[in-house]
């Protein structure tokens, strides 16, 4: 079945360091996007590409970075310049301008 | 700028009950309209969408939505709720006719008594 496969789920850091979150899709679908997810704040738009090598800072790009070498592959790093890292982190995908996005089913990010 | 609000934080209902979750968005042309359902510590799941045509919409689960452009709003709503339907509800709006983006309300969040 075709879908959008975040690894890990949980994962733990030391601050001060920087840690990679994986994001995997075999939809076929051109644009991916990170969002961030806090209590009571909805999603918040991190980066987002439409096209392999090309990537756009969304919202909240301070303190994150990210690679899109493969259609298929959307890393997500989260730097030490980040202030307030943990947080669920949702990855998606979509096929073109404003169309349904479909997504992962997320990673929590616990920073300590 | 485009935004969504959800004025519902939570909202409660029993089971059986009629449910309508608001809400609004901020947009100057025709919107692209969305409601996700999340259940805890899990991904989104697309319930509906609006592009154009006709103003009520059907979705998965038993859910429709009505879009009147003259109170800016898109409510969900379902006539009888289960128990399975407890989970945390987004509405969305697309970013303008060139855009990827999708902008994200607050969401609510939806508990259901026995």
């Known amino acids: 079945d075709g879908g959008i496969t975040q690894s890990p789920k949980y994962l733990f850091r030391k601050e001060g360091q920087n840690v990679t979150l994986s994001c995997e899709q075999n939809l076929n679908h051109d644009a991916m996007y990170w969002y961030r997810q806090d209590p009571g704040q909805g999603l918040r738009l991190i980066y987002y590409s439409q096209i392999v090598n090309d990537f756009q800072k969304g919202d909240i790009a301070e303190g994150y970075s990210v690679s899109r070498e493969k259609k298929e592959s959307f890393p997500l790093t989260v730097t030490s310049a980040q202030k307030n890292p943990t947080a669920f982190y949702l990855c998606?995908?979509?096929?073109?301008?404003?169309?349904?996005?479909?997504f992962g089913n997320g990673t929590r990010l616990t920073v300590t | 700028a485009q935004s969504v609000t959800q004025p519902d934080i939570h909202i409660t209902v029993s089971e059986g009950a009629s449910l309508e979750l608001r809400c609004n968005y901020s947009?100057?042309?025709?919107?692209?309209l969305f409601w996700y359902v999340q259940s805890p510590g899990q991904g989104l799941q697309l319930l509906l969408k609006y592009f154009s045509g006709d103003t009520l919409v059907q979705g998965i689960k038993g859910f429709e939505a009505e879009f009147k452009r003259s109170q800016s709003s898109f409510n969900l709503r379902k006539p009888s709720v289960h128990w399975s339907d407890a989970a945390e509800y987004f509405c969305a709006v697309g970013a303008g006719d060139s855009s990827y983006k999708l902008i994200f309300g607050s969401g609510t969040r939806l508990l259901v008594r026995p």
């Open positions: 947009y100057g042309a025709t919107p692209y």
């Open positions: 998606a995908s979509g096929t073109y301008a404003n169309s349904p996005l479909h």
